[in-house]
T-cell receptor, first 109, second 115 residues
């Protein structure tokens, strides 16, 4: 079965501190992993995907197949990073996204 | 193009009534998806179209739910005989098979409240 688990519903850190949002998945093949973000009063949007291996807004995420994880990291949090973050996966040949429950990140000044 | 649009943005209905939602995808996108999101949860996949063909339906999509995309452009999602458990945010997304990465772009959602 395909499943995405985000163990933290809420995460609060101070501005300038490192941030790590955890994501674990279960999938029997080779999935594609994504992080989506939803800022206040905005629609859900793609932040990054593992195949592109980019850093977006200072965020990076590395796919660890051994630990079936795709944690999102940023070395120095900024107040504008406060948002809801969703980890998602898409299976081989499948178009649908399977989302985790989401983590609400709050950056304190 | 302003992105994926959904109408209405909010709908309040009484239990047992039928409701219909509309989604207009980004104009060149040939794939269209419906998701449902309840409070405190991530979006859950309901169904997906490639052009006018409905290619996948979730088991969440009971026979009270029907989705169409008759001309491969806009889509409608109808819920018949609504129940209180249908209260949720209904999200539409679109993507293009022709664009690298096939990124899904989401609409603002339709919030349904069943009283």
């Amino acid at each position: 079965a395909q499943r995405v688990t985000q163990p933290e519903k809420l995460l609060s850190v101070f501005k300038g501190a490192p941030v790590e949002l955890k994501c674990n998945y279960s999938y029997s093949g080779s999935p594609e992993l994504f992080w989506y973000v939803q800022y206040s009063r905005q629609r859900l949007q793609l932040l990054l995907r593992h195949i592109s291996r980019e850093s977006i807004k200072g965020f990076t995420a590395d796919l660890n197949k051994g630990e079936t994880s795709f944690h999102l990291k940023k070395p120095f949090a900024q107040e504008e990073d406060s948002a809801m973050y969703y980890c998602a996966l898409s299976g081989q040949g499948a178009q649908k996204l399977v989302f985790g429950q989401g983590t609400r990140l709050t950056i304190n000044p | 193009d302003t992105g994926v649009s959904q109408d209405p943005r909010h709908k309040i209905t009484k239990r047992g009534q039928n409701v219909t939602f509309r989604c207009d995808p980004i104009s060149e996108h040939n794939r269209l998806y419906w998701y449902r999101q309840t409070l405190g949860q991530g979006p859950e996949f309901l169904t997906y179209f490639q052009n006018e063909a409905q290619l996948e339906k979730s088991r969440l999509l009971s026979d009270r739910f029907s989705a169409e995309r008759p001309k491969g452009s806009f889509s409608t999602l109808e819920i018949q005989r609504t129940e209180q458990g249908d209260s949720a945010m209904y999200l539409c997304a679109s993507s293009s098979i022709r664009r690298a990465g096939d990124e899904q772009y989401f609409g603002p959602g339709t919030r349904l409240t069943v009283t």
